[in-house]
């Protein structure tokens, strides 16, 4: 079993330059998030989506927008990147109420 | 809406010590509780969850915790260190089984010291 992959692993963007982060989940699960870490903030929510083809904001989605077209697949898009979103972004996956979140292995991403 | 504060940012053991890292939450309907644990370089894992099931919950690697919802807290708990729980854990809230989404509080990084 994959569970979450997260794809690239590792970017680094020069300021202005745009990409687009993917996560694909073979759980089946309705609900996606993605999510960006950085030191002594724990996780931030940054888009979430609970079925296909439906996203929402979370606590910080200025800067990014993500699109759900499949199930499977979450895209997390940074238009025009900037240095304060140097970060770690992890993409989950959840199931039916009361299930955890799956967690996939994190894009460590460099903005310059 | 639901939030999480864990105490101390760093907690240093000796290994066959106790460890405990400390979890207070707060939420304004029954809450869905979590311990996760982030190894360097990885993602988070599931160390146990409580889901208004028994109050005292076992996860994995030896580690468990205790609801208890007079003091709002979901206290992690192991009764001796390893080595190999050196690591990142992070507490986290849902209200419930309606709401899908996860606060995390800040996390505490565990040494263990030989």
Known sequence: ?112 | AQSVTQLGSHVSVSEGALVLLRCNYSSSVPPYLFWYVQYPNQGLQLLLKYTSAATLVKGINGFEAEFKKSETSFHLTKPSAHMSDAAEYFCAVSGGSNDYKLSFGAGTTVTVRA
Not at chain 1, 44 to 60: C, D, M, P, Q
Request: charged share 15%.
């Open chain 1, 1 to 112: 079993n994959a569970g979450v992959t997260q794809t690239p692993k590792f970017r680094v963007l020069k300021t202005g330059q745009s990409m687009t982060l993917l996560c694909a989940q073979d759980m089946n699960h309705e609900y996606m998030y993605w999510y960006r870490q950085d030191p002594g903030m724990g996780l931030r929510l940054i888009h979430y989506s609970v079925g296909e083809g439906t996203t929402a904001k979370g606590e910080v989605p200025d800067g990014y927008n993500v699109s759900r077209l499949k199930k499977q697949n979450f895209l997390l898009g940074l238009e025009s990147a900037a240095p304060s979103q140097t970060s770690v972004y992890f993409c989950a996956s959840r199931g039916t109420p009361g299930q955890p979140q799956h967690f996939g292995d994190g894009t460590r991403l460099s903005i310059l």
